[in-house]
């Protein structure tokens, strides 16, 4: 998944598990990676930009041992996206690269929740 401001969209069954992983690179058309190892990485869903935080994942919840070549992955647990309601959420990936200075980049993601389905038995 492209962090650049494109639209993205994530889709999930309620309940589902699954990994993302995120690239972060130069703007445009470069696909120059971004050194992410040291930035502190923040993944949030609500349900409006400003809405309550339905769902959050802090820089420990995620792996950037490729952090150098720009990959950041976490996982999404069952539990996670269990008591999240189907329908559209807004996502955002956030690096803070340098508290002090304040370099801070964001991108907003489509999140959508379906609703899982259920066999009769």
Same mark, same amino acid.
């Given at each position: 998944? $492209?962090?650049? /401001?494109?639209? /993205?969209?994530?889709?999930?069954?309620?309940?589902?598990?699954? &990994?993302?992983?995120?690239?972060? +690179?130069?703007?445009?058309?470069?696909?120059?990676?971004?050194?992410?190892?040291?930035?502190? @990485?923040?993944? /949030?869903?609500?349900?409006?930009?400003?809405?309550?935080? #339905? @769902?959050?994942?802090?820089?420990?919840?995620?792996?950037?041992?490729? *952090?150098?070549? *720009? @990959? &950041?992955?976490?996982? @999404?647990?069952?539990?996670?996206?269990?008591?999240?309601?189907?329908?559209?959420? #807004?996502?955002?990936?956030?690096?803070?690269? !340098?508290?002090? $200075?304040?370099?801070?980049?964001? #991108? !907003?993601?489509?999140?959508?929740?379906?609703?899982? #389905? +259920?066999? !009769? &038995?």
């Amino acid at each position: 998944m $492209d962090a650049e /401001q494109t639209r /993205q969209q994530l889709v999930f069954k309620s309940g589902e598990a699954d &990994a993302i992983t995120f690239f972060y +690179h130069e703007g445009g058309d470069s696909q120059t990676p971004i050194d992410i190892s040291s930035a502190e @990485l923040n993944f /949030q869903v609500k349900k409006r930009k400003t809405g309550e935080i #339905v @769902l959050e994942k802090t820089d420990l919840d995620f792996d950037k041992s490729q *952090g150098s070549s *720009g @990959l &950041a992955s976490m996982v @999404l647990q069952k539990d996670d996206t269990k008591d999240i309601a189907a329908g559209r959420y #807004v996502s955002e990936i956030r690096a803070i690269f !340098d508290a002090a $200075d304040s370099i801070d980049k964001s #991108v !907003d993601i489509d999140f959508v929740v379906i609703a899982p #389905v +259920h066999k !009769d &038995a």
